[in-house]
């Protein structure tokens, strides 16, 4: 069997399939089916400085080939995660990523600083969340915010810090580089693109934030060329994520430059797709004489 190990920012993975913040919770739910043991890691639903209900319903509709959503980032706030939930994560045998998201500089600061205290293994800075009416998505979509919340960030996030990207640019490439020069270990990407639909009988959108991040197949190749086009461009790891719905999306998408990849909406349809994954992913490496996951990374071949 080839040796499924990523090491990313110093952070050991046991394999490549990390759950997307969003859709696994803080995996208790997921527990019941199967050992948390069994992905590379966790990344965390976002958590904000204070408890946050949300966006009102309707907030979730389905779509062709993917989903709308506009939860809005309702989460229980950091102080109960790190009291309540990071203690149970961190005996499951995975590797825990914190994402963090805020309305403030200073929201964003005071949360890393808290987080670095604790037993948390990276924090994801979500920098692109597009269901909110305010916060997040300001700082991730040019290169001056990205680097100025990033710089600010690094200052008191004294873990590996993942910078989560935006697809909701005019330069994917260089709004990671702007990260990376201001102190980021990794990049993920690529978030949600923003999306809308209308129910044509009440003529009113069918969230009612009218606007949510879509997700799900629909979106797997903009994530493959965004991924592409970031592996080429900064020297850090990127973690790719974006419609991963099969083992061959996940060696695709490292392929095009992922040292890992996160999963996401697939979770809602197969919560067992990251066994599956990893399974078909070994299957494959085996299959092709690779030897090690991370000889995948960036091996694309350039016409």
Avoid at 121 to 138: R, T, W
């Amino acid at each position: 069997m080839a040796n499924l190990n990523v090491s990313i920012a110093g952070v050991e993975f046991k394999n490549p399939l990390i759950a997307a913040s969003g859709t696994f919770g803080f995996g208790h739910e997921f527990s019941e089916l199967y050992p948390l043991s069994a992905l590379g890691g966790i990344s965390c639903k976002g958590v904000t400085l204070e408890e946050r209900p949300g966006n009102p319903p309707p907030r979730i509709a389905e779509t062709p080939a993917g989903m709308l959503n506009s939860v809005g980032l309702q989460n229980p706030g950091v102080d109960h995660f790190i009291r309540d939930d990071l203690p149970w994560l961190k005996r499951q045998g995975t590797e825990v990523i914190a994402n963090i998201a805020g309305n403030t500089l200073e929201d964003y600061c005071s949360m890393a600083e808290k987080l670095s205290e604790t037993a948390v293994d990276m924090v994801e800075l979500n920098i692109s969340c597009p269901n909110v009416k305010q916060g997040g998505v300001q700082f991730g979509t040019s290169c001056a915010g990205v680097e100025g919340i990033t710089a600010a960030v690094r200052k008191y996030c004294r873990k590996p810090l993942m910078v989560k990207l935006s697809p909701n640019v005019a330069d994917i490439a260089e709004i990671a580089a702007a990260a990376e020069s201001a102190g980021a270990d990794v990049v993920s990407l690529i978030n949600t693109l923003t999306g809308m639909r209308i129910d044509i009988r009440t003529r009113r959108p069918v969230l009612r934030n009218n606007t949510g991040g879509l997700s799900g197949p629909a979106v797997f190749p903009v994530a493959v060329r965004m991924v592409r086009q970031v592996f080429r461009r900064v020297k850090i790891p990127v973690v790719g994520m974006g419609g991963v719905s099969s083992w061959s999306d996940a060696a695709e998408l490292m392929l095009a430059g992922a040292s890992a990849v996160q999963i996401g909406t697939v979770l809602f349809r197969d919560p067992y797709a990251p066994l599956k994954i990893t399974e078909g992913l070994n299957r494959y490496l085996d299959e092709n004489g690779v030897k090690n996951v991370s000889e995948l990374t960036g091996a694309m071949r350039e016409w």
